[in-house]
């Protein structure tokens, strides 16, 4: 069996190791219930009550109000000495309210419960209002309407301006970075589980005698990464679920554009991916030199991804088009997420994109060669943590 089947095949074993399409179907059914509770729960409440509210008015030729077709406020001009008898009949529930208008400007509303159409009401008699100063002052409503016409300016932006970013694209952009922050850390842990446990359980020895230290490790990291890479298209699939149903149930979740170019979702694609490869070489060789997860205070070095990515939202949702921006495209540690943000939220030159990618292949490819080296020598150790600067030595030597 040749080198490179043998890496297929530890890769193949440890993808399925982790990987259950049962649990990846129940994600999407979760999914699926989530968003059918919350935006048929929000559409249930945001449903206003069509139920007509009949309410009678005293006084109504002080301010006559008209109100428009399709309104569910129904009201009933009422005689003065009707009112001893409407206000028993609010107490009994029999009509929804009584109107006194005491002037143009004050009015007094009698209800049994909390009047939910009190400001529908109010607008309307604010209208109302509004048309008797104008008729008292001889102002004709289109000479009014004139001179309270707000004033309006047309911002056009240059043709090589950058455009202010949108509340959707800021949203989008957190979405992308979030999700490949969790599945890194995803795959992060089940490499710390499997390298350790496989550690404690002395079954490298007998593995490492069968095949060799650098095959292992690269079917550990390409069968972690592809089971975390899974994981991250079931995460998308979900999210486009939940704004799928955002828009059944209402006029739905905006998604900007530029997330939707086969070309930007390929390229995010092959981040997400670089990104688990670059983390997962690192971080397997960390876990080859850690002999108790739950005493060493190595363990703690899986949050590391966290820092970067942080910073990198912060600078992206301010300005994605700064040097410093550009630098962190395409410097290795910080290319995943930088970049990612940066081709949802403005354009990126494509000399850009290919040194980001160029730049994290070659950091992947030397750090596989490092983790293999460390990883040969960290199994084999127990008791003693190798220090930092004994790792450091095996990378020289690497």
């Not at 008797?132 to 300016?153: E, G, H, V, Y």
């Not at 910080?334 to 160029?358: D, G, H, K, Q």
Request: aromatic letters at 10%; glycine letters at 6%.
């Amino acid at each position: 069996m040749n080198k490179y089947r043998i890496v297929f095949e530890i890769t193949k074993w440890e993808f399925f190791r982790w990987f259950k399409l049962k649990d990846q179907i129940l994600t999407l059914l979760i999914s699926l219930g989530i968003s059918s509770v919350v935006w048929g729960g929000i559409a249930l409440l945001g449903r206003p009550d069509r139920e007509p509210v009949h309410v009678f008015v005293l006084n109504e030729q002080l301010l006559p109000v008209a109100i428009p077709e399709g309104s569910r406020l129904v009201l009933h001009p009422a005689p003065a000495d009707s009112e001893q008898t409407l206000r028993q009949a609010v107490g009994l529930r029999q009509i929804d309210g009584l109107l006194t208008l005491k002037s143009t400007d004050a009015a007094e509303l009698l209800v049994y419960r909390l009047p939910l159409w009190k400001s529908e009401l109010e607008q309307y008699l604010t209208q109302a209002r509004i048309q008797t100063r104008i008729r008292l002052l001889n102002i004709s409503p289109d000479q009014f309407s004139d001179a309270f016409r707000s004033f309006s300016i047309n911002v056009i932006f240059d043709e090589n301006a950058h455009k202010p970013l949108s509340l959707a694209e800021k949203i989008a952009a957190g979405i992308v970075i979030t999700l490949m922050l969790v599945s890194v850390i995803l795959s992060l842990a089940y490499q710390f589980a499997a390298i350790t446990g496989e550690k404690q359980l002395r079954v490298t020895e007998q593995i490492i005698s069968a095949v060799s230290p650098q095959q292992w490790i690269d079917g550990k990291i390409l069968g972690v990464s592809a089971y975390a890479f899974a994981s991250l298209i079931t995460y998308v699939i979900s999210i486009l679920i939940f704004v799928l149903f955002s828009g059944l149930f209402g006029p739905g979740l905006e998604i900007p554009v530029e997330i939707t170019q086969p070309y930007i979702i390929i390229l995010l694609a092959f981040l997400g991916l670089c990104g688990l490869l670059f983390w997962n070489t690192f971080f397997a060789a960390i876990a080859a030199t850690i002999n108790d997860p739950n005493t060493s205070a190595r363990g703690s070095l899986i949050f590391l991804p966290v820092v970067p990515t942080v910073i990198v939202v912060l600078l992206a949702s301010k300005n994605p088009d700064t040097i410093l921006m550009q630098v962190l495209s395409v410097f290795p540690v910080t290319s995943p997420a930088a970049l990612a943000s940066r081709l949802v939220l403005t354009e990126v030159p494509a000399w850009e994109i290919v040194a980001a990618f160029i730049l994290l292949g070659i950091s992947i490819w030397f750090m596989r060669i490092v983790a293999g080296k460390i990883f040969h020598l960290g199994v084999l150790m127990y008791g003693k943590e190798p220090s930092f600067k004994e790792i450091l030595r095996w990378i020289r030597e690497a």
